[in-house]
């Protein structure tokens, strides 16, 4: 079974800080994505990655950037952490191909005061 | 930006009972995927349905779909309890990228023993 672990399922950081979401799978995908999920509005893409140190811009990237040194692992950073970017964090990753599914970590509740 | 919306927001059932959600979306899609999340955790890959399916089984679960009312639904027969869970449909659009897909809001089923 693919795994995919996030490093701390809970986070209070305070404004200002720099915030590092990290993620880790090993079954050897490819394609690595966080997004992030608030009640009402389900999940938006922050950022992807297809290969080694390739990133794309998804939805909602402001505020955000991502490192992805090694195939295994992919890290979502948040320069000076803001109160509105207190949510759920989820990391997933997938092969390639179109209609991979997406296989999920179990998510990193981030609280920004 | 939002592709599918799963309809309702919320269902609740008594075991035993058949569950059906339904999701729209908006354009032209390559395929649909459902996912289950239970609370806290991260979201679980249920099946996948290609633009030139019209239905699909897997177990309890039976998904169909209409690209000409760009709809899907997803039936579960013979609820129970730990059936509970928020369900998402998320797409693949056409002519996109593949690794962008794109969640719906998630419909919250809750099974009642």
Known sequence: DVKVTQSSRYLVKRTGEKVFLECVQDMDHENMFWYRQDPGLGLRLIYFSYDVKMKEKGDIPEGYSVSREKKERFSLILESASTNQTSMYLCASSTQGRGSPLHFGNGTRLTVT | ?113
């Open chain 2, 1 to 113: 930006s939002q592709q599918g919306e799963e309809d309702p927001q919320a269902l609740s059932i008594q075991e035993g009972e058949n569950a059906t959600m339904n999701c729209s979306y908006k354009t032209s899609i390559n395929n649909l995927q459902w996912y289950r999340q239970n609370s806290g955790r991260g979201l679980v890959h249920l099946i996948l349905i290609r633009s030139n399916e019209r239905e699909k089984h897997s177990g309890r679960l039976r998904v169909t779909l209409d690209t000409s009312k760009k709809s899907s639904s997803l039936l579960i027969t013979a609820s129970r309890a730990a059936d509970t869970a928020s369900y998402f449909c998320a797409t693949d659009p056409s002519g996109g990228s593949n690794y962008k897909l794109t969640f719906g809001k998630g419909t919250l089923l809750t099974v009642n023993p």
